[in-house]
C-alpha cells in the first residue's frame, strides 16, 4: 500500500515554522556539500518536534480544560523528553553524510504536504 493511501495523523504549525523549513529544505537540497546546514537542521527537527509534541499532548489538554497544574506538569514533562531527544537527535543528524542528509530531507519534505 502506498505510503499517502495509509493511515496518517498530523499536527498544524505555524506558518512561519513551515516557511523556515521549507527555505532551509530548498537550502539544504540545494547546497553543493549538505552536510554544512547540519547544525540548523538539527535545530529545525528540534522545533519541529517541540511544535509536534504541544499539538499532540498539551493542546488536548487544553480542549480538555484541565487544570493549571496538570497542564504545567505536562509541559515539563515534555521539555524533559526534549532535553533528552535533543543530543541524541542532533548527534545522529552529525553523523549523516551528505546522501543521507538528503534522504531526511526528503522524508521531511514528504510529510509537510
Given at each position: 500500500?502506498p505510503?499517502?493511501?495509509?493511515p496518517?495523523?498530523?499536527f498544524?504549525?505555524s ?6 523549513a521549507?527555505?532551509?529544505?530548498d537550502t539544504?537540497?540545494?547546497s553543493g556539500?549538505?552536510s554544512?546546514h ?5 535545530d529545525?527537527?528540534m ?5 509536534g509534541f504541544d499539538?499532540?499532548y498539551?493542546k ?32 545522529i543528524?552529525d ?7 538528503l ?7 514528504l510529510?509537510m504536504?
Open positions: 500500500m505510503a499517502a493511501a495509509k496518517s495523523l498530523r498544524v504549525y506558518a512561519a515554522l513551515r516557511k523556515k521549507l527555505d532551509l529544505l539544504i537540497e540545494a556539500n549538505p554544512e547540519q547544525q540548523k537542521f538539527g529545525l527537527v522545533e519541529l518536534t517541540e511544535a499539538y499532540f498539551l488536548p489538554l487544553d480542549l480538555a480544560g484541565m487544570g493549571f497544574l496538570v497542564r504545567q506538569s505536562a509541559g515539563l514533562a515534555i521539555s524533559g523528553a526534549l532535553r533528552i531527544m535533543s543530543p541524541v537527535v542532533r548527534n543528524i553523523r549523516m553524510d551528505n546522501d543521507q542528509l534522504k531526511v530531507c526528503g522524508f521531511v519534505r510529510l504536504k
